[in-house]
């Protein structure tokens, strides 16, 4: 059953990280400020009011643009605000105690994760390294992985990733896979023990290459050069190869 006043809560937590969270997306890759300072528009530097910063509801009433300049506001704002607001509301309404922060927050931060990976080939340590840490403490209250096998699946999924990365730069002579890949997946193993590991791999790789072929499929033009970003797909995968695990009885 679903706690409605729980659900309530997390939709309006989820809406307010979102918008945090969009903004961090959108500033930090370009080295902008995300933490100091009051928030301005995109297009004409003008500071906003704060009747204009409630998630969601300010974009709409403002019809997706600013109101000084006119300038159109990035559709990733509604978009991150209403997918962490679905999130935040269905893991509170189903599960309103720890374990529920628990998954909210993770799939927040692999969510923002997803996209900055989709966006600009980047993980970086300032969000992988806190999934590793949720892991290890509030994740306890979230799946059911002992302490050792989410030990083990760190080390395992960093690892063997690491693994794969050195040896394909010592046989081709270039990057093929970023670190951040490899402390993404170490960071779900402390999440979901070293069980979960392989079906978290098989549905992301099995996701990236259906991505693949339709961008084949709609002529982008792919070779064997092509760039995928395999922390967004393994960030999409995380949940869903958990519940594989689970399913089957390895989790």
Excluded at 6 to 12: D, N, V
Excluded at 67 to 91: F, Q, Y
């Amino acid at each position: 059953m679903i706690d409605p006043l729980a659900a309530a809560a997390g939709g309006i937590a989820g809406a307010i990280a979102g918008s945090f969270l969009a903004t961090l997306i959108l500033r930090w890759p370009q080295g902008r400020g995300i933490a100091r300072g009051r928030s301005a528009c995109d297009g004409c530097g003008r500071t906003l009011r704060s009747t204009e910063l409630v998630p969601l509801l300010s974009w709409l009433v403002q019809r997706g643009r600013c109101r000084a300049c006119g300038a159109r506001i990035d559709l990733l704002h509604p978009l991150v605000e209403m997918g962490c607001a679905l999130i935040g509301g269905a893991a509170l309404g189903l599960s309103p105690d720890l374990g529920g922060v628990g998954w909210a927050l993770l799939s927040w931060l692999l969510l923002t994760l997803a996209i900055l990976d989709w966006r600009h080939f980047w993980l970086p340590d300032a969000l992988t390294f806190p999934v590793a840490f949720l892991g290890f403490t509030i994740g306890s209250w979230s799946t059911d992985a002992s302490l050792v096998d989410r030990a083990i699946g760190a080390a395992l999924g960093y690892g063997a990733l690491l693994l794969i990365a050195l040896s394909y730069r010592k046989l081709r002579g270039r990057e093929g896979l970023g670190l951040g890949d490899a402390k993404l997946l170490g960071a779900l193993g402390a999440w979901f023990g070293w069980q979960a590991l392989p079906f978290i791999l098989l549905v992301a790789s099995g996701t990236g290459l259906l991505a693949v072929l339709g961008a084949a499929m709609l002529g982008q033009g792919v070779r064997t050069s092509t760039r995928v970003p395999l922390g967004t797909f393994l960030a999409l995968a995380a949940v869903p190869g958990w519940m594989l695990a689970s399913a089957v009885g390895v989790s």
